[in-house]
């Protein structure tokens, strides 16, 4: 699950992290009343959505001189002024894509004498089980192409969370960063801060970018950006609060009120399969076979009729979706309950795409009976190799007609 600049900003400060002052707006009005309350003359007004690139992003209905999301303001007026550009617009960054996302709330904050930009970030190294603290003297908005063309500029710090933050953690982070004296000080506790919070809230990721020294000789989290491990939420009722499902994709919503693994793609055929691994097979074989997946679709092992029903009306409310392939093994999931799950939902939508359904496992002939039996076009598959061909044969043909 992914927040806000703003509300990650909140959570760093309960850790005694420093952060700029400010105030979250969902008006113009909100955003005017934020500004009055920061000392100024420098004030910066930031698009609030879920995605990286905005202060290079564009706004859709705005002139291309436009400024992005990210502005500064040196006046309430332009708060003000930035506040209705903004809000109720469309921002398009290098992560949203060409459909970019809509700008529903603002954070004005207090401006800041910047006197250099660092770049910090965490996230989960699988390969090694600890966490991987990624830092670089090269900050701010050109990261991607630090990374890109100049990789010996970052360093990553692998943490093993048996230990957990260790003073030469510390220590190495300060270094790559190139700090001395009291600001390599405040960057080892800054380090220790971000750990344990990364920790405690059991996040995905964390990134501080820039992390800025001022001309004061502080560190301050000029942006952040956070996400969390979705299974560990129910441990943080205040973090799940945080969540702002119009920034998430409708139907990935709808999918987690069922606990489904969904997750929207670019293509044209829609998947429902029982396992990942099973999952990420199909998708494959679909492409190999000349067509895209449109989803990712996961009903896991357990799934009951109802879970089934509520999957296939998910892949239906796709616009994008021009035939169907239902893979299951029936292990502990029975491929009688998905066959059911299948009847009733295409019943129910009124079924109008090719559908084609490969079942092996448990009790695969009472689901192959419930299907034949069904009334509905039901394609039957007797394998996955079997089964893609002949969804994309269905797919292609449609279209050519």
Do not use: W
Request: aromatic letters at 4%; one cysteine or more.
């Amino acid at each position: 699950m992914n927040i806000h600049e703003y509300q990650a900003k909140e959570l760093l400060a309960k850790f005694g992290i420093g952060v700029p002052t400010g105030y979250p707006a969902m008006s113009v009005e909100e955003a005017v009343e934020g500004a009055k309350k920061l000392p100024g003359p420098l004030y910066v007004v930031k698009a609030q959505i879920h995605a990286g690139g905005r202060g290079k992003g564009k706004f859709a209905e705005l002139p291309a001189e436009a400024k992005g999301g990210v502005r500064l303001a040196k006046s309430i007026e332009d708060v003000e002024a930035d506040a209705k550009d903004m809000l109720g617009n469309t921002l398009v960054t290098v992560q949203t894509g060409e459909a970019g996302k809509q700008v529903n709330r603002l954070y004005v904050t207090d401006g800041v004498d910047i006197a250099k930009e660092y770049y910090l970030s965490m996230v989960i190294d699988r390969d090694t089980s600890r966490v991987a603290m990624i830092v670089s003297t090269e900050g701010g908005m050109d990261i991607e192409d630090v990374a890109h063309n100049t990789p010996e500029k970052i360093t990553t710090i692998t943490i093993d969370p048996a230990t957990g933050f260790m003073p030469h953690h510390g220590r190495s982070v300060a270094f790559a960063l190139k700090l001395s004296g009291e600001l390599a000080k405040a960057a080892q506790k800054l380090a220790r801060q971000l750990y344990e919070a990364f920790t405690a809230l059991d996040c995905d990721m964390l990134e501080i970018n820039p992390l800025v020294e001022t001309t004061g000789g502080g560190l301050l989290v000029l942006d952040t950006k956070m996400s969390f491990d979705s299974n560990a939420l129910y441990r943080h009722p205040d973090v799940e609060a945080m969540r702002d499902e119009t920034e998430e994709d409708p139907m990935e919503v709808e999918a987690s009120k069922h606990d489904l693994a969904y997750i929207k793609l670019d293509g044209d055929i829609g998947c429902m399969v029982n396992g990942a691994g099973l999952a990420m097979a199909t998708m494959d074989i679909i492409k190999l076979n000349g067509s895209f997946p449109a989803n990712f679709l996961d009903v896991g092992g357990g799934a009951t009729t109802e879970k089934v029903t509520a999957a296939f009306k998910i892949i239906l409310s796709d616009p994008a979706v021009k035939g169907i392939l239902v893979n299951i093994f029936g292990g502990i999931m029975r491929c009688d309950t998905i066959a059911e799950g299948i009847v009733i939902a295409a019943k129910e939508v009124d079924l109008d795409v090719p559908l084609v359904v490969r079942l092996e496992g448990t009790n695969v002939q009472q689901g192959k009976d419930i299907l034949a039996g069904s009334g509905l076009p039901i394609i039957p598959a007797d394998d996955l190799g079997d089964a893609a061909k002949k969804i994309v044969a269905q797919v292609k043909e449609g279209v050519a007609a």
